[in-house]
């Protein structure tokens, strides 16, 4: 099926798909079903500072990550706890101190992904 289309360089001028791929693929990328969600939680520029922190140090009490980062503890405190519950990090309590990680090597390896792929001037 094809018809035309307008002069969007970023789209294609005629409607026509590959029926083959398409049918291949729409099963497929249900495995992204809540993925966006760990894109939502480093979509923030103090969440993703914190993270990146959380790759260079173990772990991080958060005092610490709020000087790190230049924020009060209560604004660190609601980022950590953000990461927290979209299973990022993983927090323990010691004393009067509560120290936060990341949950596992995954999330590192996409911060330092992301990191590698901004470096490249590949993100804008």
Known sequence: MSQNR?????QCEIYC???????KLRKEVE???GLSG???????DT????AYALTREKELC????????????ATA???????YN???ARYEKRGKLVFYSLDDQHVTDIIELALMHHREGKSK
């Open 6 to 10: 307008g002069s969007d360089p970023h």
């Open 17 to 23: 798909y590959n029926e083959e791929i398409v049918e």
């Open 31 to 33: 495995v992204t079903e």
């Open 38 to 44: 760990l894109f939502k939680a480093l979509a923030d």
């Open 47 to 50: 969440r993703v500072r914190i």
């Open 62 to 73: 958060v005092c610490d990550a709020a000087n790190i980062v230049g924020c009060s503890t």
């Open 77 to 83: 405190s609601h980022h950590l706890r953000l990461l």
């Open 86 to 88: 979209m299973g990022l």
